[in-house]
């Protein structure tokens, strides 16, 4: 398997389940790093340009990953969590960051940065709340129950598989936002 960004490598584990789910908690990171800085990042008229490149940047990464979970994880979760209505929060809350990015691309757009600082504080919030924030939830109770309770290694190694060509190919092709 390998970290699912740059493609398979070697890696001392044999433990799939923890290196899948650290492949995630290291995207979940950056997603939140990443939005972090947008939203409180000082921004002089001389860095707009860079500024709306990174920003630009974040959210094809995110839109990639929603699409990585919408398309592969969610259903994988379907199919192995006990209880899949936990499942219903996240794909709500992917609707409401799907809404914020399309207000941050017009946004970017019109060179209204004040206002694409607030929507990547409302998307940070949302995915970094302490408790009861989006990617807590994924990390700390979904993830763990399908994986380490209910899949085998193989549907993990054939889902990571799948994540592997679909991030790439999405990657490869898929448009900026604004430029």
Request: aromatic share 8%; proline share 2%.
């Amino acid at each position: 398997m390998g970290n699912y960004l740059w493609g398979p490598k070697k890696v001392a584990s044999k433990d799939y389940f923890e290196e899948f789910i650290f492949g995630q908690n290291g995207v979940h990171h950056v997603i939140k790093r990443s939005f972090t800085i947008a939203a409180s990042k000082k921004v002089a008229p001389a860095e707009a340009d860079s500024f709306k490149q990174f920003v630009d940047l974040s959210a094809k990464f995110l839109l990639v990953h929603h699409l990585q979970e919408d398309e592969h994880i969610f259903p994988f979760y379907r199919k192995h969590l006990k209880d899949a209505t936990a499942l219903e929060g996240e794909v709500h809350e992917h609707e409401e960051v799907s809404r914020l990015l399309a207000d941050l691309e017009e946004d970017l757009k019109q060179d209204k940065i004040s206002d694409a600082q607030k929507i990547c504080a409302a998307i940070r919030d949302m995915m970094c709340d302490n408790v009861n924030g989006h990617l807590v939830r994924e990390e700390k109770i979904l993830t763990p129950e399908a994986f380490r309770e209910h899949a085998t290694e193989k549907e993990v190694r054939d889902l990571s598989t799948a994540i592997h060509a679909m991030i790439k190919d999405h990657m490869n092709k898929m448009d900026s936002l604004i430029f």
